[in-house]
């Protein structure tokens, strides 16, 4: 088990408790996500998972977070996570995918971030594959039908759009997790592409969103 201070063990315990009031989830996600934590602490240490200061909130801020697409998509399906770094939301939504027809790609060109992610999938047995290759080229090479594209914290969203574009034509709908600079990024974004979007409110975070886009067409006048 991962060593961890006792005001930390404490703060983790009542954090859990309020995130699964927020998100309820079943027995065993809960379990295998016990056990995503548990490696997530034993490799913060050596590999920058998460920024220390949110570790007491670990449930609230990054597992629960991740969980709330669940309040605009099944659990079902191909999801792809492209930069899953810490495994936010790739590796809990692939948790909660366990016990239903789901899987998940994870997309991390880190080395050490991608290792993580594989035994992240090995000990939650999580239904899920890293790649641990650049995201425009995963996505030039994925041919198979998708059903959502999600990434948190990873790029602004006029690049996730550039990067999954391709994607979101054949079908799939992107998940982007945003904080309170979502119009200003929108702004950006509807000068390149013209897009069919909806704005959650987020469920764990006052002031972020997630951004749900069905479609993506570059304007002409910018193609080049």
């Not at 930390?8 to 989830?25: F, H, I, N, Q």
């Not at 449930?59 to 999801?79: E, N, V």
């Not at 041919?143 to 959502?148: C, H, L, M, R, V």
Request: proline share 5%; charged share 20%; hydrophobic share 45%.
């Amino acid at each position: 088990m991962a060593s961890q201070s006792p005001d930390l063990t404490t703060a983790l315990a009542a954090d859990k408790a309020a995130a699964l009031r927020l998100m309820p989830v079943s027995r065993e996600t809960i379990s295998r996500l016990d056990a995503y934590v548990e490696l997530l602490l034993q490799w913060q240490d050596k590999t920058n998972l998460v920024a220390p200061s949110t570790l007491p909130q670990l449930w609230t801020r990054h597992i629960a977070d991740s969980l709330q697409l669940f309040s605009i998509a099944p659990h079902i399906g191909t999801w792809i996570d492209i930069g899953s770094g810490g495994g936010f939301p790739g590796i809990v939504v692939a948790c909660a995918l366990s016990s239903v027809d789901g899987e998940m790609h994870l997309i991390e060109r880190n080395n050490k971030k991608a290792a993580f992610l594989r035994e992240a999938l090995r000990v939650t047995g999580a239904p899920g594959t890293v790649h641990p290759r650049d995201i425009v080229d995963f996505v030039d090479s994925f041919s198979a039908p998708a059903d959502y594209i999600t990434a948190r914290a990873v790029a602004p969203l006029k690049v996730l759009i550039e990067m999954s574009a391709s994607l979101i034509a054949r079908g799939a709908t992107a998940l982007f997790l945003k904080g309170q600079d979502v119009e200003a990024e929108l702004t950006e974004a509807t000068k390149y592409w013209k897009l069919k979007h909806r704005l959650h409110l987020s469920l764990t975070s006052p002031g972020s969103f997630i951004v749900e886009i069905t479609a993506a067409e570059r304007h002409s006048d910018t193609a080049a």
